[in-house]
């Protein structure tokens, strides 16, 4: 694990994996949690929007082809309910990853496969340097 400034609570964070996939799930979980991150996670957008009602997360890494419920039913439920009280990252191995976020509103992606490094920038990226901050989104 890196190391951080004191301002720096990783667990004042909450993230939101929602991946079919049970081997990638649980290694990206791990991964977040090992960075020191809160991880809750979900095999379809059904289990996913349960998630959020309980906990409301403060990203959400959302794959896009699941069973039950996809990415794209997911996103237009959770956008209706919760409007854009957390930011989506499209997760896919589609190689227009770009129209896939874009379809769906997302405030980024990841394409499929990533390495941890370009997990960790992306996490840098949507959630803000200070507990302080998380509590205020």
Known sequence: M???GPMVDRAAYLVLVVE???C???SIVMAIELEGYTVQSAANGS???LAALQSMPNLILLDMRMPVMDGWEFSKKF????????PIVVMTASE???KRALEVEAQGW?????NLNELFELLG???PPSATAAKSL
């Open 125 to 127: 990226r949507f959630l």
């Open 96 to 98: 227009d990853a770009k």
């Open 2 to 4: 890196r190391k951080l």
């Open 79 to 86: 956008r209706a309910r919760h409007g854009r009280a957390a």
């Open 24 to 26: 990638l799930r649980d």
């Open 20 to 22: 079919d996939d049970d």
């Open 110 to 114: 990841i394409g499929k496969p990533f």
């Open 47 to 49: 289990q996913a929007l």
